[in-house]
């Protein structure tokens, strides 16, 4: 059974940093894409930012510059080190893997940048 699981959300002032982790289990991923989306009340799910098995990286214009996506193939892992947030990032975060076409999602984990 397909399983990821989030976590390093939390509470932080603008300009501060968090750094969110998602660890992927039931399946080897290491050849497909994660990434990682979010979603803030009234609004669609946008993507953030996208990693794929080779470790090429994709961003939202909204983020570039400020956020680092990575992962540990070894581990199943994926990571969103987030620098210089903005109360606009405020969101739930999700991790996502496309699998061969199947996408799979993890319960998500609240990010909130608020003085």
């Known amino acids: 059974q397909v399983q990821l699981v989030e976590s390093g959300g939390g509470l932080v002032q603008p300009g501060g940093s968090l750094r969110l982790s998602c660890a992927a289990s039931?399946?080897?991923?290491?050849?497909?894409?994660m990434g990682w989306y979010r979603q803030a009340p009234g609004k669609q799910r946008e993507l953030v930012a996208l990693?794929?098995?080779?470790?090429?990286?994709n961003y939202a214009d909204s983020v570039k510059g400020r956020f680092t996506i990575s992962r540990d193939n070894a581990k199943n892992m994926v990571y969103l080190q987030m620098n210089s947030l903005k109360p606009e990032d405020t969101a739930v975060y999700y991790c996502?893997?496309?699998?061969?076409?199947?996408?799979?999602w993890g319960q998500g984990t609240q990010v909130t940048v608020s003085s």
């Open positions: 039931g399946r080897d991923f290491r050849s497909n894409p």
């Open positions: 996502n893997v496309d699998r061969w076409g199947t996408k799979y």
């Open positions: 990693i794929t098995g080779g470790g090429s990286t």
